[in-house]
């Protein structure tokens, strides 16, 4: 099989490939001309909107003729662009010139002589005929072929002598044979058709084998022909000289050979026109008719070209675009990375399975295990290098059906060392995926058919779902759901669980499980292992396990037998003993190998003599491999039957052999061609396509300075030739295979082999492996196409050639662009680039540009959107949670908060991955100032916003009610029924946790696993108790009284704490009773422990490894140094805290409690010479030393009301002078400047507390509650919940290190948050109650919230901090802000405040006014307060002076644009009362038709209308001033307006009718009709722009799948639509449910939240050129960043009473 080119069946093309077939002598211009103007745009074109590269083969690109290549060699390049071309595969060009006739690269023998013969009969000279051509026996049949050329070129100044000499050359050989065949038509020894084979040109004879005899499906709309007719293109000079040549005695050629005119019209006029009707051939003709005199001039030439290059780009375009693409991402099969990897894996196997030429007895070895009826064990094939393992099972997987037809195998093979991501978690995922989707596919086609045979089904349990013995009527088990296995932070424990469930219950005797995993054993880092051992043992029934390994890898499948390592090979007897059956597969009989490599030289027209043969027969016997069959294939192919072969002409073995190969292309393409494309092809991570090969070979300087003609000017566009990388691929298609990754077939080598002789001969050491890959990272991140080619350096350019090959240059183009997603037409369809996805990491991390990978990958939101949007989410986060290279990264933080946020949105994401802006930017905005570097990836996603035309953005972000984690670790622990006994973490940030199994797991920081400690003493492992840590110690002690201390900022070294004199103090050992060590103080070089029920402290020497101790009064309960090391004050039991000597253990003094309660801490002050205990209840007593020598004075004693609850923990920071004492009921803070009690926080109801800590600021708390997975933070200056972080499990215990705070939960799993993401979501500003009323001012640079509290907030918008609260004496209900922006109005209390908005000063504060709403008159001058029971007031905004009282109470009241009337409804009349007098001067009522009126709008822009709706669904304009009325519309009965959801743009255009469910109804007045947008849930708030150019609308989303988890489907969605199209401009899922919706004139989204927070969302829309920017808070105005609490708001108070009082 030629797996070259896969049947179109298993796959599809990802290039476009063209043969330009032409004259050479003929279409220069044109040429050129298409190769610098179209090809490059075209190419572009199709990568852009098809995903497709393009790829032109032009064989008479080179200007030396000699190299062009000859008849056979265009004849594979026609049959290769036809079979593996997406679309055209042929373009063609005829002008007015035949060409020349081409000479045959092999003659028969007997068709040979004939012509010798007849040329020597007719006295025509034979020398160079017999001088070009030799006899060759080894050919199929047997014939005369035209002698190679010589490869040494002449030096430049004798290069146009001989290529004169070649032509002439050429042409006698010609003459020749024109003559010959002429005379043998003459005589009838050669049949007419024969001899035309001889007269054609290249081109009639490319065009021929490309289009005749073909099937249409390879002719329509596959080819493009363009034919030329040039009248009088000769000229008159050309035309005498014509006439006098013929006007000589004609000869027997002459009369009998054709004309090339005749050729000509014959292909033009007979051929071509026959195709055009058979088979629909495109063909197009133009006509150019010339000046007589001057024929067909250069300028001519050039103006045809011209308008040849605008017909071939539109018509090729059209061609183009007309393919219909399979497998790319549009197709839903292929929607996510596991579901295409395991299209590419199946594709895979077939053409692997090409490969297998000769059948194997081992074969049915296989197929008697595959045939068993219940195997409990793998059956393993092993065999050595190149024996065949990976072939024989491809071959297997195809017979298999074939094998079991009485059921419906489910058979998934798995290339293992293939794969594009070879690890235990990338493969564990892929075959869970395939096991699962393989058999639900199946079951949905079966429950297909049994729906459509019958209506009444007999069973209602899930076919998925029943157990595998069915015999015993167990209850079904649910299936298990396939979607976690997506899940970026699954692992593999719980993907072993999967399997193993998926194993068990999937599997039916129907239909059998068959799994081939190849390769295991060739996995980096012992990964195979790691597979075999998540396989359960034995397999499930109707589960068969097929596997392959080396033989000098055996050692692997000691994870199936772990009590002895597996013999070389096990019989089926020894089963039992081994735990798998083996086949070892042995070497291939020789008389195979050689029918084998006969069938292929037989394929390619090739033999060998019979003594050749014996010389193969010897090789075969020393080494009788397929592979090697095939090496010898090539090799003996270029043998000639009177070649010298000796034993020492083939090669004895495969690498060898493949040294050998590589040695015949350097020889034959040139040392640096094949050594750089065998170089990019073996260090691509997953193979390269072979334009990305032709790209890469013309940007090395080395290679395109052998391209340089000596003394000739290099081009700045040079480029090699496609001609010559084409003719290399050619060589090397018995051993390139074409594979699909990630949508683009790309050259992969056929074996590993191939890598590995490559490696040693071409890149065997660093700096070459480096060179290779940074070329490979130059080329995918896009640096080399920036619109010109690689130039070369000077001194590459002046170097001789030193004899080698002289090649020519290219300008048809530059390397193709590399932008990590396509620009598409289309805004909702992007094409990813999967070859720049899946290639740069790898070379960036290969040529060790960490900066580039961290800062212009892993950090940038292009490649981010580019991952989710090709379903390669789990891998990103696996990069950016990676490991490798973290030494070399800078910003681990940055990296850790972008997998977090990724993990966190996965379900969203895979789902909807064109949400990844909107999420991303709301997530990082508020931690911009915790990470400034993010500022660049949210930048990034607004442009990206501005190149795609709109979108909406987050201008202001709410407060956050959660905090992403830096970190999310668990043990790999055995048993999952452990718990956490005791945990602790250092300064330095390494956390020790022991369990209650006695186990110890560390974890050293982020980026870091918990990895299990293991510490051993007479040769037994020990078990631990209990850790304690202090400073950058931690010591731990066992379940056998040891202690062992480790000094976590040093080498892992574990110190074991001896008490070499065995004092009193210690345990008697037989007790066997644990002696529990309480804690422990690092001070200067020494330790000092305290134990439990115990009184007396051990000092441990660290420096010279003694112990000592020295006693105290009672049991010590805490213990504390001073900062010098000189004191050590001990609290104890009975209340007392004793000082001593910290040399001599002297007692220096002691103080004690009055209540005589034990001392839980102890906390010094210094500096003041206090010193504060906090004992077990919670009492503080405060004690001053004047000296240390003298007794301590009592200064304070606060005692706590209530003595029944224990404090569970206290917590102090001394820069901030803040003390936290945590009981079950409440949490206390305690000012420790003057040790007053600063504030109290009680638990929630039900709820207790179980620990609580300060942040490193201390401007928040964290605390843990019982029975609530959540950990909650307190803002200390409001006393709100801010958030709640989310943990995996229940809390242990929380860890406070100096820049994280982690949670330990029962499990043992930890979840790290940075201090600086929880302090900036902690003090985001956010009002105490839900936020009720947003005001936006005309500017839109501040806005103003009420929440119903007694204050208004002031934000400003630059900033998105409060800056001013307005305080009143009650809580406000109205709020409103004067057209001018100068004055707030506010009704709080039943008093009116009127503020001014600049200054804060609360101007007017008014009493009587009875109102329950205020108005501001558009003019700002007047206020109207509206009250329902009393008299409404007009009113002076300057003084607050009343100007008229309304008598009637007029609802919904609005104030005219011209500030003249309030209107407002009544008893359902529309009355307008004047706002000078008081009365009602205008009405609006539809006595008539006894009509009430619904609702209504003023126009801003039209003042004199008011728009009316009646209950009827009439509507109506009313000109207030006239009285007039008009009836415009009349709605259809379904519509209903409704009064609180009625509202209408300024001029008038569009109104929002009403909010039913998921539909917001309209009226476009514009147009006169009626519109509808469905939204995606029911809606919660509608809101229209007021300049009539959107909607927005906050829905509830659709209930998600039910095995979604995810939060993020379930919130709300904030949409914007625009009104002129009904376009959707962009949402945003909100992170809280909404309280209010107000939309500005400046296109931004206020959205109020009921936390009280708020958030401001822009709305970018090209048709009004929007701006962003990306706002920085603590950059403003050029400040530097301040803590929210020194920045707090200006706090404006009201006037202490009323200034002005109505009656």
């Given at each position: 099989?030629?797996?070259?080119?896969?049947s179109?069946?298993?796959?599809s093309?990802?290039?476009?490939?063209?043969?330009?077939?032409?004259?050479?002598?003929?279409s220069?211009v044109?040429?050129?001309?298409l190769?610098?103007?179209?090809?490059?745009?075209?190419?572009?074109?199709c990568?852009?909107?098809?995903?497709?590269?393009?790829?032109?083969?032009?064989?008479?690109?080179?200007?030396?003729?000699?190299?062009?290549?000859?008849?056979?060699?265009?004849?594979?390049?026609?049959?290769?662009?036809?079979?593996?071309?997406?679309?055209?595969?042929?373009?063609?060009?005829?002008?007015?010139q035949?060409?020349p006739?081409?000479?045959?690269?092999?003659?028969?023998?007997?068709?040979?002589?004939?012509?010798?013969?007849?040329?020597?009969?007719?006295?025509?000279?034979?020398?160079?005929l017999e001088?070009?051509?030799?006899?060759?026996?080894?050919?199929?049949?047997p014939?005369?072929?035209?002698?190679?050329?010589?490869?040494?070129?002449?030096?430049?100044?004798?290069?146009?002598?001989?290529?004169?000499?070649?032509?002439?050359?050429?042409?006698?050989?010609?003459?020749?044979?024109?003559?010959?065949?002429?005379?043998?038509?003459?005589?009838?020894?050669?049949?007419?058709?024969?001899?035309?084979?001889?007269?054609?040109?290249?081109?009639?004879?490319?065009?021929?084998?490309?289009?005749?005899?073909?099937?249409?499906?390879?002719?329509?709309r596959?080819?493009?022909?363009?034919?030329?007719?040039?009248?009088?293109?000769?000229?008159?000079?050309?035309?005498?000289?014509?006439?006098?040549?013929e006007?000589?005695?004609?000869?027997?050629e002459?009369?009998?050979?054709?004309?090339?005119?005749?050729?000509?019209?014959?292909?033009?006029?007979?051929?071509?026109?026959?195709?055009?009707?058979?088979s629909?051939l495109?063909?197009?003709?133009?006509?150019?008719?010339?000046?007589?005199?001057?024929g067909?001039?250069?300028?001519?030439?050039?103006?045809?070209?011209?308008?040849?290059?605008?017909?071939?780009?539109?018509?090729?375009?059209?061609?183009?675009?007309?393919?219909k693409?399979?497998?790319?991402?549009?197709?839903?099969?292929?929607?996510?990375?596991?579901?295409?990897?395991?299209?590419?894996?199946?594709?895979?196997?077939?053409?692997?399975?090409?490969?297998?030429?000769?059948?194997?007895?081992?074969?049915?070895?296989?197929?008697?295990?595959?045939e068993?009826s219940?195997?409990?064990?793998?059956?393993?094939?092993?065999?050595?290098?190149?024996?065949?393992?990976?072939?024989?099972?491809?071959?297997?997987?195809?017979q298999?059906k074939?094998?079991?037809?009485?059921?419906?195998?489910?058979?998934?093979?798995?290339?293992?060392?293939l794969?594009?991501?070879?690890?235990?978690k990338?493969?564990?995922?892929?075959?869970?995926?395939?096991?699962?989707?393989?058999?639900?596919s199946?079951?949905?086609?079966?429950?297909?058919?049994?729906?459509?045979?019958?209506?009444?089904?007999?069973?209602?349990?899930?076919?998925?779902?029943?157990?595998?013995?069915?015999?015993?009527?167990?209850?079904?088990?649910?299936?298990?759901?396939?979607?976690?296995?997506?899940?970026?932070?699954?692992?593999?424990?719980?993907?072993?669980?999967?399997?193993?469930?998926?194993?068990?219950?999937?599997?039916?005797?129907?239909?059998?499980?068959?799994?081939?995993?190849?390769?295991?054993?060739?996995?980096?880092?012992s990964?195979?292992?790691?597979?075999?051992?998540?396989?359960?043992?034995p397999?499930?029934?109707?589960?068969?396990?097929?596997?392959?390994?080396?033989?000098?890898?055996?050692?692997?499948?000691?994870?199936?037998n772990?009590?002895?390592?597996?013999?070389?090979c096990?019989?089926?007897g020894?089963?039992?003993?081994?735990?798998?059956?083996?086949?070892?597969?042995?070497?291939?009989?020789?008389?195979?190998?050689?029918?084998?490599?006969a069938?292929?030289?037989?394929?390619?027209?090739?033999?060998?003599?019979?003594?050749?043969?014996?010389?193969?027969?010897?090789?075969?016997?020393?080494?009788?491999?397929?592979l090697?069959?095939?090496?010898?294939?090539?090799?003996?192919?270029?043998?000639?039957?009177?070649?010298?072969?000796?034993?020492?002409?083939?090669?004895?073995?495969?690498?060898?052999?493949?040294?050998?190969?590589?040695d015949?292309?350097?020889?034959?393409h040139?040392?640096?061609?094949?050594?750089?494309?065998?170089?990019?092809?073996?260090?691509?991570?997953?193979?390269?396509?072979?334009?990305?090969?032709?790209?890469?070979?013309?940007?090395?300087?080395?290679?395109?300075?052998?391209?340089?003609?000596?003394?000739?000017?290099?081009?700045?566009?040079?480029?090699?030739?496609?001609?010559?990388?084409?003719?290399?691929?050619?060589?090397?298609?018995?051993?390139?295979?074409?594979?699909?990754?990630?949508?683009?077939?790309?050259?992969?080598?056929?074996?590993?082999?191939?890598?590995?002789?490559?490696?040693?001969?071409?890149?065997?050491?660093?700096?070459?492996?480096?060179e290779?890959?940074?070329?490979?990272?130059?080329?995918?991140?896009?640096?080399?196409?920036?619109?010109?080619?690689?130039?070369?350096?000077?001194?590459?350019?002046?170097?001789?050639?030193?004899?080698?090959?002289?090649?020519?240059?290219?300008?048809?183009?530059?390397?193709?662009?590399?932008?990590?997603i396509?620009?598409?037409?289309?805004?909702?369809v992007?094409r990813?680039?999967?070859?720049?996805?899946?290639?740069?990491?790898?070379?960036?991390?290969?040529?060790?540009?960490?900066?580039?990978?961290?800062?212009?990958?892993?950090?940038?939101?292009?490649?981010?959107?580019?991952m989710?949007?090709?379903?390669?989410?789990g891998?990103?986060?696996?990069m950016?949670?990676?490991?490798?290279?973290?030494?070399?990264?800078?910003?681990?933080?940055e990296?850790?908060?972008?997998?977090?946020?990724?993990?966190?949105?996965?379900?969203?994401?895979?789902?909807?991955?064109?949400?990844?802006?909107?999420?991303m930017?709301?997530?990082?905005?508020?931690?911009?100032?915790?990470?400034p570097?993010?500022?660049?990836?949210?930048?990034?996603?607004?442009e990206?916003?501005?190149?795609?035309?709109?979108?909406?953005g987050?201008?202001?972000?709410?407060?956050?009610?959660?905090?992403?984690?830096?970190?999310?670790?668990?043990?790999?622990?055995?048993?999952?029924?452990?718990?956490?006994?005791?945990?602790?973490g250092?300064?330095?940030?390494?956390?020790?946790?022991?369990?209650?199994?006695?186990?110890?797991?560390?974890?050293?920081?982020?980026?870091?696993?918990?990895?299990?400690?293991?510490?051993?003493s007479?040769?037994?492992?020990?078990?631990?108790?209990?850790?304690?840590?202090?400073?950058?110690?931690?010591l731990?002690s066992?379940?056998?009284?040891?202690?062992?201390?480790?000094?976590?900022?040093?080498?892992?070294?574990?110190?074991?704490?001896?008490?070499?004199?065995?004092?009193?103090?210690?345990?008697?050992?037989?007790?066997?009773?644990?002696?529990?060590?309480?804690?422990?103080?690092?001070?200067?070089?020494?330790?000092?422990?305290?134990w439990?029920?115990?009184?007396?402290?051990?000092?441990?020497?660290?420096?010279?490894?003694?112990?000592?101790?020295?006693?105290?009064?009672?049991?010590?309960?805490?213990?504390?140094c001073?900062?010098?090391?000189?004191?050590?004050?001990?609290?104890?039991?009975?209340?007392?805290?004793?000082?001593?000597?910290?040399?001599?253990?002297?007692?220096?003094?002691?103080?004690?409690?009055?209540?005589?309660?034990?001392?839980?801490?102890?906390?010094?002050c210094?500096?003041?010479?206090?010193?504060?205990?906090?004992?077990?209840?919670?009492?503080?007593?405060?004690w001053?030393?004047?000296?240390?020598?003298?007794?301590?004075?009592?200064?304070?004693?606060?005692?706590?009301?209530?003595q029944?609850?224990?404090?569970?923990?206290?917590?102090?920071?001394?820069?901030?002078?803040t003390?936290?004492?945590?009981?079950?009921?409440?949490?206390?803070l305690?000012?420790?400047?003057?040790?007053e009690?600063?504030?109290?926080?009680?638990?929630?109801?039900?709820?207790?507390?179980?620990?609580a800590?300060?942040?490193?600021?201390s401007?928040?708390?964290?605390?843990?509650?019982?029975?609530?997975p959540?950990?909650?933070?307190?803002?200390?200056?409001?006393?709100?919940?801010?958030?709640?972080?989310?943990?995996?499990?229940?809390?242990?215990?929380?860890?406070?290190?100096?820049?994280?705070?982690i949670?330990?939960?029962?499990?043992?799993?930890?979840?790290?948050?940075?201090?600086?993401?929880?302090?900036?979501?902690?003090?985001?500003?956010?009002?105490?109650?839900?936020?009720?009323?947003?005001?936006?001012?005309?500017?839109?640079?501040?806005?103003?919230?009420?929440?119903?509290?007694?204050?208004?907030?002031?934000?400003?918008?630059?900033?998105?901090?409060?800056?001013?609260?307005?305080?009143?004496?009650?809580?406000?209900?109205?709020?409103?802000?004067?057209?001018?922006?100068?004055?707030?109005?506010?009704?709080?209390?039943?008093?009116?405040?009127?503020?001014?908005?600049?200054?804060?000063?609360?101007?007017?504060?008014?009493?009587g006014?009875?109102?329950?709403?205020?108005?501001?008159?558009?003019?700002?001058?007047?206020?109207?307060?509206?009250?329902?029971?009393?008299?409404?007031?007009?009113?002076?905004?300057?003084?607050?002076?009343?100007v008229?009282?309304?008598?009637?109470?007029?609802?919904?009241?609005?104030?005219?644009?011209?500030?003249?009337?309030?209107?407002?409804?009544?008893h359902?009349?529309?009355?307008?009362?004047?706002?000078?007098?008081?009365s009602?001067?205008?009405?609006?009522?539809?006595?008539?038709?006894?009509?009430?009126?619904?609702?209504?709008?003023?126009?801003?822009?039209?003042?004199?209308?008011?728009?009316?709706?009646a209950?009827?669904?009439?509507?109506?304009?009313?000109?207030?001033?006239e009285?007039?009325?008009?009836?415009?519309?009349?709605?259809?009965?379904?519509?209903?307006?409704?009064?609180?959801?009625?509202?209408?743009?300024?001029?008038?255009?569009?109104?929002?009718?009403?909010?039913?469910?998921?539909?917001?109804?309209?009226?476009d007045?514009?147009?006169v009709?009626?519109?509808?947008?469905?939204a995606?849930?029911?809606?919660?708030?509608?809101?229209?722009?007021?300049?009539?150019?959107?909607?927005?609308?906050?829905?509830?989303?659709?209930?998600?799948?039910?095995?979604?988890?995810?939060?993020?489907h379930?919130?709300?969605?904030?949409?914007?639509?625009?009104?002129?199209?009904?376009?959707?401009?962009?949402?945003?899922?909100?992170?809280?449910?909404?309280?209010?919706l107000?939309?500005?004139k400046?296109?931004?989204?206020?959205?109020?939240?009921?936390?009280?927070?708020?958030?401001?969302?822009?709305?970018?829309?090209?048709?009004?050129?929007?701006?962003?920017?990306?706002?920085?808070?603590?950059?403003?105005?050029?400040?530097?960043?301040?803590?929210?609490?020194?920045?707090?708001?200006?706090?404006?108070?009201?006037?202490?009473?009323?200034?002005?009082?109505?009656p």
């Amino acid at each position: 099989m030629d797996c070259w080119s896969p049947s179109k069946s298993t796959c599809s093309s990802s290039c476009v490939k063209l043969y330009l077939c032409s004259n050479p002598e003929d279409s220069v211009v044109e040429r050129r001309a298409l190769r610098e103007d179209v090809f490059p745009k075209l190419r572009e074109h199709c990568r852009q909107t098809l995903g497709l590269d393009l790829r032109v083969i032009d064989p008479f690109e080179s200007c030396d003729p000699s190299r062009w290549p000859d008849e056979n060699t265009r004849k594979q390049l026609i049959k290769e662009c036809r079979e593996s071309s997406a679309g055209p595969f042929l373009l063609a060009f005829i002008g007015h010139q035949y060409g020349p006739a081409s000479q045959p690269a092999q003659v028969e023998v007997s068709e040979y002589q004939l012509l010798l013969q007849e040329s020597q009969r007719a006295g025509v000279s034979t020398v160079e005929l017999e001088r070009e051509y030799q006899r060759d026996e080894n050919t199929i049949p047997p014939s005369y072929c035209r002698r190679a050329a010589h490869t040494c070129r002449p030096q430049a100044e004798f290069k146009e002598e001989e290529e004169s000499n070649i032509k002439a050359k050429e042409d006698e050989l010609g003459k020749v044979f024109q003559t010959t065949v002429s005379l043998c038509v003459h005589k009838g020894l050669m049949t007419a058709d024969r001899a035309q084979s001889y007269y054609r040109s290249a081109l009639d004879a490319d065009l021929r084998f490309a289009l005749e005899d073909r099937p249409d499906s390879d002719i329509i709309r596959r080819c493009l022909i363009y034919i030329h007719k040039v009248i009088n293109a000769k000229g008159l000079r050309l035309m005498r000289s014509k006439h006098q040549s013929e006007s000589e005695a004609p000869t027997l050629e002459q009369t009998t050979t054709p004309t090339d005119g005749q050729l000509l019209s014959e292909l033009c006029g007979v051929f071509l026109p026959g195709l055009v009707a058979s088979s629909q051939l495109l063909v197009y003709t133009i006509t150019t008719e010339c000046d007589r005199r001057h024929g067909y001039t250069t300028a001519r030439r050039r103006g045809y070209a011209k308008s040849l290059i605008q017909q071939v780009s539109s018509d090729l375009v059209g061609l183009i675009d007309s393919v219909k693409i399979s497998g790319t991402s549009s197709d839903p099969q292929l929607g996510d990375a596991l579901s295409r990897e395991q299209a590419e894996q199946e594709e895979l196997c077939h053409i692997l399975s090409g490969f297998y030429d000769v059948t194997r007895p081992e074969e049915e070895e296989v197929r008697a295990y595959v045939e068993q009826s219940q195997p409990q064990c793998p059956f393993v094939v092993t065999g050595g290098p190149c024996a065949g393992k990976t072939v024989l099972l491809a071959q297997c997987a195809q017979q298999i059906k074939s094998w079991l037809p009485d059921c419906d195998p489910v058979v998934i093979t798995y290339f293992c060392n293939l794969s594009i991501n070879p690890t235990p978690k990338h493969l564990l995922s892929n075959l869970c995926h395939q096991i699962a989707d393989r058999y639900h596919s199946r079951s949905s086609s079966e429950q297909n058919i049994r729906d459509q045979n019958s209506n009444n089904p007999t069973s209602t349990l899930n076919p998925l779902c029943e157990p595998t013995n069915k015999g015993q009527g167990l209850s079904a088990t649910p299936c298990p759901d396939s979607s976690d296995i997506m899940k970026p932070d699954i692992c593999i424990s719980e993907l072993e669980e999967r399997l193993s469930t998926l194993l068990s219950f999937m599997p039916s005797t129907k239909q059998p499980l068959i799994l081939i995993l190849v390769g295991l054993d060739r996995i980096k880092n012992s990964f195979g292992s790691k597979i075999f051992q998540c396989f359960p043992s034995p397999l499930p029934p109707n589960v068969k396990l097929i596997l392959t390994v080396s033989s000098n890898r055996m050692q692997v499948l000691q994870t199936i037998n772990p009590q002895r390592s597996p013999p070389p090979c096990e019989s089926e007897g020894s089963e039992k003993e081994s735990g798998y059956v083996c086949a070892q597969l042995g070497r291939v009989d020789r008389k195979r190998c050689a029918k084998m490599l006969a069938s292929l030289l037989s394929g390619s027209g090739r033999r060998v003599t019979s003594g050749q043969q014996a010389l193969v027969n010897q090789a075969l016997t020393s080494c009788c491999l397929t592979l090697y069959a095939r090496l010898l294939h090539l090799h003996t192919s270029l043998w000639h039957s009177d070649s010298d072969v000796t034993e020492s002409s083939l090669p004895d073995g495969v690498h060898s052999s493949i040294s050998a190969l590589l040695d015949h292309l350097e020889q034959k393409h040139g040392r640096s061609v094949v050594a750089r494309a065998v170089s990019f092809i073996t260090l691509s991570r997953t193979g390269l396509t072979e334009a990305e090969l032709a790209d890469l070979l013309s940007t090395d300087d080395e290679l395109l300075s052998e391209y340089v003609q000596q003394g000739a000017s290099p081009s700045s566009d040079m480029r090699v030739l496609q001609i010559d990388v084409e003719r290399l691929l050619l060589d090397l298609r018995g051993f390139l295979i074409r594979r699909r990754v990630g949508g683009s077939q790309v050259l992969f080598w056929v074996s590993r082999h191939f890598k590995l002789v490559a490696a040693r001969r071409y890149f065997s050491n660093h700096e070459a492996r480096r060179e290779i890959h940074t070329a490979l990272a130059d080329y995918f991140s896009g640096r080399l196409s920036c619109g010109s080619a690689k130039p070369l350096l000077a001194n590459q350019l002046s170097r001789p050639n030193n004899g080698t090959n002289q090649k020519d240059t290219s300008l048809d183009g530059h390397p193709s662009s590399q932008p990590f997603i396509f620009a598409s037409s289309s805004k909702d369809v992007s094409r990813v680039n999967f070859r720049k996805v899946l290639e740069l990491p790898h070379h960036l991390r290969e040529s060790n540009k960490w900066e580039e990978l961290e800062r212009g990958m892993l950090m940038f939101f292009g490649f981010h959107q580019a991952m989710v949007q090709a379903g390669l989410l789990g891998d990103l986060v696996c990069m950016l949670e990676g490991k490798e290279g973290s030494s070399h990264f800078c910003f681990p933080r940055e990296r850790a908060l972008l997998a977090s946020i990724l993990t966190s949105c996965a379900c969203l994401l895979r789902s909807s991955p064109l949400q990844l802006p909107a999420v991303m930017e709301a997530s990082l905005l508020p931690y911009l100032e915790v990470f400034p570097v993010l500022e660049c990836y949210v930048r990034d996603i607004r442009e990206e916003r501005k190149k795609k035309g709109s979108g909406l953005g987050v201008k202001l972000c709410p407060a956050p009610s959660s905090v992403p984690s830096v970190q999310c670790s668990r043990c790999d622990a055995k048993n999952d029924n452990v718990s956490v006994t005791e945990a602790a973490g250092t300064e330095c940030g390494v956390v020790a946790e022991v369990m209650d199994d006695g186990t110890a797991w560390v974890w050293k920081g982020l980026g870091c696993d918990i990895v299990k400690l293991s510490l051993s003493s007479e040769q037994k492992e020990l078990k631990f108790a209990g850790v304690k840590s202090s400073g950058q110690f931690a010591l731990l002690s066992t379940q056998c009284n040891k202690l062992f201390l480790w000094d976590v900022a040093g080498p892992q070294v574990f110190l074991q704490v001896k008490d070499t004199l065995k004092t009193e103090f210690e345990m008697d050992s037989s007790k066997k009773t644990l002696n529990k060590i309480e804690g422990f103080v690092a001070c200067q070089k020494k330790l000092l422990m305290w134990w439990r029920d115990e009184s007396f402290v051990s000092v441990f020497d660290i420096s010279c490894g003694t112990l000592t101790h020295f006693q105290c009064q009672g049991c010590v309960t805490c213990l504390v140094c001073s900062s010098d090391g000189l004191c050590i004050y001990c609290g104890q039991e009975e209340g007392t805290v004793s000082i001593f000597d910290a040399d001599t253990f002297t007692l220096l003094g002691t103080c004690s409690n009055s209540n005589l309660n034990a001392v839980t801490s102890v906390i010094l002050c210094e500096e003041k010479g206090e010193v504060a205990c906090v004992d077990r209840t919670g009492n503080v007593t405060l004690w001053e030393f004047e000296a240390q020598t003298q007794r301590p004075r009592l200064v304070k004693e606060s005692l706590t009301k209530s003595q029944s609850n224990n404090i569970l923990n206290t917590d102090y920071s001394i820069e901030n002078n803040t003390l936290l004492v945590c009981y079950p009921t409440q949490v206390t803070l305690w000012e420790t400047c003057a040790w007053e009690l600063w504030d109290q926080f009680l638990a929630p109801q039900g709820r207790a507390f179980t620990q609580a800590v300060l942040s490193q600021d201390s401007h928040l708390f964290l605390a843990l509650l019982n029975d609530c997975p959540l950990v909650l933070v307190w803002r200390v200056s409001t006393g709100q919940c801010v958030l709640s972080l989310e943990t995996n499990k229940q809390p242990h215990t929380l860890l406070r290190t100096a820049s994280d705070v982690i949670c330990v939960a029962d499990e043992g799993c930890l979840t790290v948050w940075d201090s600086g993401t929880i302090y900036a979501a902690g003090t985001a500003p956010k009002m105490s109650r839900g936020v009720e009323e947003v005001v936006v001012g005309v500017t839109g640079k501040w806005f103003y919230t009420s929440d119903g509290s007694e204050t208004v907030w002031r934000w400003r918008l630059e900033t998105g901090l409060p800056h001013a609260y307005f305080l009143h004496d009650g809580p406000v209900q109205k709020l409103r802000l004067s057209p001018d922006i100068v004055h707030l109005l506010t009704l709080s209390g039943g008093d009116i405040y009127l503020w001014q908005t600049e200054t804060g000063q609360n101007i007017l504060r008014i009493s009587g006014s009875r109102a329950t709403d205020i108005l501001i008159t558009p003019n700002s001058n007047f206020g109207v307060s509206i009250s329902d029971r009393y008299l409404s007031r007009v009113w002076k905004l300057s003084h607050g002076s009343i100007v008229c009282s309304i008598h009637l109470y007029l609802s919904d009241a609005q104030v005219s644009p011209e500030s003249t009337f309030l209107i407002g409804r009544r008893h359902g009349d529309l009355l307008a009362a004047s706002l000078w007098t008081g009365s009602i001067s205008k009405r609006f009522s539809c006595v008539a038709s006894s009509e009430q009126v619904v609702a209504f709008c003023t126009l801003t822009e039209h003042l004199d209308f008011v728009v009316v709706m009646a209950a009827s669904g009439a509507l109506y304009t009313w000109k207030v001033a006239e009285e007039t009325v008009c009836r415009h519309f009349q709605l259809p009965h379904m519509f209903h307006c409704q009064l609180q959801d009625f509202q209408m743009c300024s001029d008038g255009n569009y109104a929002v009718l009403s909010t039913e469910n998921k539909d917001i109804n309209l009226l476009d007045l514009s147009q006169v009709r009626l519109c509808s947008i469905k939204a995606e849930g029911p809606i919660i708030k509608a809101c229209l722009d007021k300049t009539g150019c959107y909607v927005a609308y906050i829905s509830r989303p659709a209930t998600p799948e039910k095995s979604c988890v995810c939060s993020l489907h379930a919130r709300p969605v904030l949409t914007v639509v625009r009104l002129a199209d009904g376009e959707r401009i962009g949402s945003v899922r909100l992170s809280k449910n909404p309280s209010t919706l107000v939309v500005s004139k400046q296109q931004c989204v206020f959205v109020g939240f009921e936390d009280g927070s708020v958030g401001v969302y822009s709305i970018f829309d090209i048709m009004v050129n929007g701006e962003e920017s990306v706002r920085c808070r603590e950059k403003v105005n050029g400040q530097s960043k301040q803590c929210p609490f020194d920045r707090a708001p200006f706090s404006w108070l009201p006037l202490a009473a009323p200034n002005v009082t109505w009656p």
